[in-house]
């Protein structure tokens, strides 16, 4: 009686630790997708590091505006000790010691800028610019990633529909081989039709082995972006086609402002501008303040200590036209950026224009094969009918099979194309 109260209490213990395990065999959506990828993507934690080291480059540039304290030491070991000859009317040359053969000297000296004609300031902003050029190729990375992730994603159900439809294939054309036989052991028939029906049933079942070995590419490939084991099992959620109706002017001017690449090349463009001017404001006056404190080890010496401070004016009036030359540089690297922002424009503007456009013949076609998909449905059931009643033929039934067979594909690739293109429209837009 006590044994059978301890399998109670373990029968109800074990229930409820699987009810309150997470379903692990759950399948999982587009979101949940994403969100996986984002964690785990190597290339975006590679942006990401980039964007943390341009940070810090900003942080640097800044520091520059602050004052700057350097402490320097050193201990002297001379071989003579310095002295200096004096002549002296009347008097034998002589020479007096100036300091130690042996000496210890320290300072400390503390300097501000106070004004660099802008090449801080400019620094700074070529600083700030980079960074905002990293932040938003992190945004093209995701991007990116996203559409990779979705393009995966419906892949797999692609796919797995394939399968599906390979394996209804075998089944029909078992059922039809069955058929066959039976006419051809009644001798019904020659053997040709025997032959040609398993023939058929044969390629079927090579199609739907090519099939599975597309879908196992197919997870493997989905598992490797969401940063898991490539044989783990992929159990997702289907996507249905929603109908759209894209207005290409509008999502022309959405992209055109959303788009991370081109606000990328822009930032890019500032940056260099920016650094040009910092480099031109070089050769411009230079204007600090120094103050420092020293001690020179000598007995000869009446003060050992001396404190100071100095207005530091600095001015390069020709170097040869260096900084000249090498903010045209900078300068012309902007331009082509800049040419390459335009570039990319246009580019962008034609991939919403063919992103919208197969949005709308997508949705076209599944109208159509899923009409034709019911018509080879109805068009197989008579075939076969008219056979098993010995007025078709075993071509008709086989022609109708391959019809079937053919309408289904031609279905599921539309569904999935139409699918596709609303993601390629969302990330041509950069609302991916």
Same mark, same amino acid.
């Given at each position: 009686m006590f044994f059978r109260y301890l399998l109670r209490i373990a029968a109800t213990i074990t229930c409820a630790f699987y009810f309150l395990l997470p379903a692990s065999a759950s399948s999982e959506t587009l979101e949940d997708a994403w969100k996986a990828a984002l964690q785990s993507d190597n290339r975006l934690q590679a942006s990401q590091r980039n964007t943390e080291s341009l940070k810090q480059t900003l942080a640097a540039r800044q520091s520059a505006r602050l004052p700057s304290?350097?402490?320097?030491?050193?201990?002297?070991?001379?071989?003579?000790?310095?002295?200096?000859?004096?002549?002296?009317?009347?008097?034998?040359?002589?020479?007096?010691?100036?300091?130690?053969?042996?000496?210890?000297?320290?300072?400390?000296?503390?300097?501000?800028?106070?004004?660099?004609?802008?090449?801080?300031?400019?620094?700074?902003?070529?600083?700030?610019?980079?960074?905002?050029?990293?932040?938003?190729?992190?945004?093209k990375t995701k991007l990116d990633l996203k559409m990779n992730v979705a393009e995966s994603y419906v892949a797999v159900l692609r796919t797995k529909r394939w399968v599906e439809v390979a394996e209804s294939n075998v089944s029909s054309l078992s059922s039809h081989v069955k058929d066959v036989t039976n006419f051809y052991d009644q001798g019904m028939i020659t053997k040709n039709d025997l032959l040609a029906a398993q023939v058929s049933l044969a390629d079927a079942r090579q199609r739907l082995i090519q099939s599975q070995n597309n879908l196992n590419i197919a997870q493997a490939s989905y598992n490797r972006l969401l940063g898991r084991h490539l044989d783990r099992e992929v159990s997702i959620d289907d996507i249905s086609a929603e109908p759209l109706r894209?207005?290409?002017?509008?999502?022309?001017?959405?992209?055109?402002?959303?788009?991370? !690449? +081109?606000?990328?090349?822009?930032?890019?463009?500032?940056?260099? @501008? %920016?650094? $040009?001017?910092?480099?031109?404001?070089?050769?411009?006056?230079?204007?600090?303040?120094?103050?420092?404190?020293?001690?020179?080890?000598?007995?000869?010496?009446?003060?050992?200590?001396?404190?100071?401070?100095?207005? !530091? +004016?600095?001015?390069?009036?020709?170097?040869?036209?260096?900084? @000249? %030359?090498? $903010?045209?540089?900078?300068?012309?690297?902007s331009d082509a950026l800049r040419k390459l922002h335009d570039d990319a424009a246009s580019a962008i503007a034609l991939q919403v224009r063919q992103a919208s456009l197969d949005v709308d013949e997508t949705q076209k076609r599944i109208g159509v094969t899923k009409e034709a998909m019911a018509q080879a449905d109805e068009n197989l059931r008579v075939t076969r009918d008219r056979y098993r009643e010995g007025v078709g033929t075993n071509t008709e039934v086989l022609d109708a099979e391959t019809l079937r067979l053919r309408s289904y594909t031609n279905y599921y690739n539309a569904m999935y194309d139409a699918v596709l293109a609303k993601f390629r429209l969302r990330y041509a837009t950069g609302d991916l």
């Open positions: 304290l350097s402490l320097e030491s050193a201990y002297t070991v001379l071989n003579e000790a310095p002295a200096a000859v004096v002549h002296m009317p009347s008097v034998p040359i002589k020479t007096l010691p100036t300091s130690e053969d042996k000496s210890l000297s320290y300072k400390a000296i503390a300097s501000l800028p106070v004004f660099t004609s802008g090449r801080i300031s400019q620094s700074i902003d070529a600083a700030s610019s980079g960074l905002n050029a990293a932040i938003q190729d992190e945004m894209p207005e290409i002017g509008t999502l022309t001017s959405q992209a055109l402002m959303n788009r991370p !690449e +081109l606000m990328s090349l822009s930032e890019q463009a500032e940056s260099f @501008r %920016h650094q $040009a001017g910092s480099v031109r404001a070089t050769s411009w006056p230079q204007l600090a303040l120094a103050g420092g404190y020293s001690y020179q080890q000598n007995k000869y010496q009446v003060y050992e200590d001396l404190w100071s401070a100095t207005v !530091e +004016l600095r001015w390069d009036l020709f170097d040869g036209g260096i900084s @000249r %030359h090498n $903010a045209n540089a900078l300068l012309q690297k």
